[in-house]
């Protein structure tokens, strides 16, 4: 776990390079901001970062042609206007004159063109491919079944690029908001290959560049005086805590040591709004859900009945009050509630009270042969570092401890964490959370889809489910296209291919000197938006 704090002396700087002596030139009133970040990125690799932790940092340095403002609407970034073709199929872009990398190239077209095709060829086996897969021929690219080349993104000069969509997709403008669509520097990682997001090596299109990364310890962005928009950003220097440990930051926040702090302890939210003042703790429910998996590639959860039961015993009302202080509410669809025109789909024993769903969970397991005279049932936990999961862990380890299973729970910090799952490593069950990259419920149901290998972690089949969302991909009436996904979540949810808990929400610890951070559904804060008084 670490406790580094980041004003420790470097024993080795990774600063190198002329671009970063110019970056990194300070100056004589630098304004500093101190973000706890609430986890370690496993990269900064826009085409294989895939958990916010990395998103926050990546999206400071790097630009796509739309970006999320402070209250989570989508506003033009490297772009500067767009237009939509009358059959919904074809956009064009304008890209901005001004649009600079950090060495001074401009951004170009071609740059996109590039990132994109990067994305989806198969050779990058890039983790969020999908993400693109409304671009023509995206799919079949990735899946090997097309050349890069044919993908429809065309650079039509150095300031206009065209994008053709293999369907209408209403949700495709939010989608390019995504860290998946930013663009990357091709000469950079040319020369350097994997090694080009070192300090030194890495040219970025965004508000700030990397200046140092130290593991465990701590990244530091500056301003880049070459982006588009220099002239309104207002903070000089972005140093990035990567510490897990709530309690340190908590303290660290406290004593002046940090500005913003990414995740708190839910169940002191009153101790420490009146340590520190309400209009410090924030938090709020966001289009997005905290769930289990369960592996179903092996016994016990190979069996639905199992898994129905594992899900009935937990008491998700007791999760949301005691350890969440209700800022967490009580989930039993995987899709949260608020996207316009879908509602979530919930198993038919979610309108059971508890009591009554315990004594259903231990009929279930009699009947799939565990539990007393049956088959012993070992169940070991997996949760990212992190005191809220912890304690979630601990909960409801002792609710399955009820059926009869013998529980352990065990914790990894959370790049080793999710790196694991996404690998096909083995385990029982598993902490994760998902947040919407767009407001749509596919975005959540796509991650049982089975073929599906990177996010599918509980590696969950149903041949029905997966020809319901394959048809939804097909359909072009809005109605009837939500009515298969709703019917799609309602296999899964039915056998509880994962296992809703609660609908997340986003908690944050923000100094009252910090102005311009504002709560959103889809929890992005770019610093670019912030100041300090």
């Known amino acids: 776990m670490?406790?580094?704090?980041?004003?420790?002396?470097?024993?080795?700087?990774?600063?190198?390079?002329?671009?970063?002596a110019v970056l990194a030139t300070p100056s004589l009133a630098e304004v500093v901001i101190r973000r706890g970040n609430g986890g370690e990125p496993q990269t900064?690799?826009?085409?294989?970062?895939?958990?916010?932790?990395?998103?926050?940092?990546v999206r400071d340095m790097f630009e796509g042609l739309t970006i999320y403002d402070p209250h989570g609407k989508v506003i033009p970034g490297a772009a500067e206007s767009w237009k939509l073709s009358d059959d919904g199929l074809v956009y064009t872009f304008k890209l901005r004159d001004n649009a600079n990398w950090s060495d001074g190239k401009p951004v170009t077209a071609k740059d996109f063109v590039f990132a994109y095709r990067r994305m989806e060829d198969p050779k990058e086996a890039a983790e969020y491919a999908n993400i693109l897969y409304p671009i023509k021929n995206a799919e079949a690219i990735n899946g090997g079944k097309a050349a890069v080349?044919?993908?429809?993104?065309?650079?039509?000069?150095?300031?206009?690029l065209e994008i053709t969509l293999e369907r209408s997709t209403p949700y495709f403008i939010e989608l390019l908001a995504h860290y998946a669509a930013l663009p990357v520097p091709s000469w950079a990682i040319e020369k350097f290959?994997?090694?080009?997001?070192?300090?030194?090596?890495?040219?970025?299109?965004?508000?700030y560049c990397l200046t140092e990364n130290v593991p465990n310890d701590h990244l530091t962005t500056v301003k880049n005086p070459k982006y588009w928009d220099a002239a309104s950003v207002k903070i000089d220097k972005v140093i990035y805590n990567p510490s897990e440990d709530m309690a340190t930051t908590e303290r660290m926040f406290e004593?002046?040591?940090?500005?913003?702090?990414?995740?708190?302890?839910?169940?002191?939210?009153?101790?420490?709004?009146?340590?520190?003042g309400k209009d410090q703790v924030l938090a709020a429910p966001d289009l997005s859900s905290y769930y289990y998996v369960l592996d179903t590639r092996k016994p016990p959860f190979d069996d639905v009945r199992v898994r129905q039961a594992f899900s009935m015993a937990v008491d998700r009302d007791f999760l949301s009050e005691k350890i969440f202080s209700g800022t967490q509410l009580p989930a039993y669809s995987f899709v949260p509630e608020g996207i316009v025109g879908y509602t979530p789909a919930k198993p038919e024993w979610s309108e059971l009270d508890q009591l009554d769903r315990e004594d259903k969970a231990k009929d279930l397991l009699k009947e799939a042969g565990y539990g007393e005279g049956g088959k012993p049932l070992k169940v070991d936990i997996r949760f990212n570092t992190n005191e809220n999961h912890k304690k979630v862990a601990t909960a409801v380890a002792d609710m399955w401890k009820a059926l009869g299973a013998e529980v352990?729970?065990?914790?990894?910090?959370?790049?080793?964490?999710?790196?694991?799952?996404?690998?096909?490593?083995?385990?029982?069950?598993?902490?994760?959370g998902w947040q919407a990259d767009y407001a749509d419920p596919e975005n959540f149901l796509n991650l049982m889809v089975s073929s599906n290998k990177t996010f599918n972690y509980g590696h969950y089949t149903n041949a029905k489910f997966d020809e319901l969302m394959k048809g939804s991909y097909e359909e072009r009436d809005a109605a009837k296209r939500l009515q298969m996904l709703h019917d799609a979540e309602q296999v899964a949810m039915d056998e509880q291919g994962v296992v809703p808990l609660m609908v997340h929400a986003s908690t944050w610890l923000v100094s009252n000197k910090v102005k311009g951070f504002a709560l959103n559904g889809v929890n992005e804060h770019l610093t670019k938006f912030l100041s300090l008084q």
């Not at 080349?149 to 206009?160: E, F, Q, R, S, Y």
């Open 2 to 20: 670490t406790n580094h704090r980041i004003f420790r002396t470097l024993s080795a700087t990774l600063i190198a390079g002329s671009m970063l």
């Open 255 to 276: 004593a002046g040591e940090l500005d913003v702090v990414y995740n708190f302890q839910t169940d002191q939210k009153k101790f420490l709004e009146g340590k520190l």
């Open 44 to 57: 900064l690799d826009q085409a294989h970062i895939s958990i916010d932790v990395e998103g926050f940092i």
């Open 149 to 160: 080349d044919t993908l429809g993104v065309k650079a039509i000069d150095d300031k206009t």
């Open 193 to 207: 290959g994997s090694e080009w997001i070192k300090p030194g090596n890495i040219v970025c299109n965004g508000a």
């Open 408 to 432: 352990t729970i065990q914790n990894l910090d959370v790049k080793s964490h999710y790196a694991y799952l996404q690998e096909g490593g083995s385990f029982d069950a598993a902490r994760c």
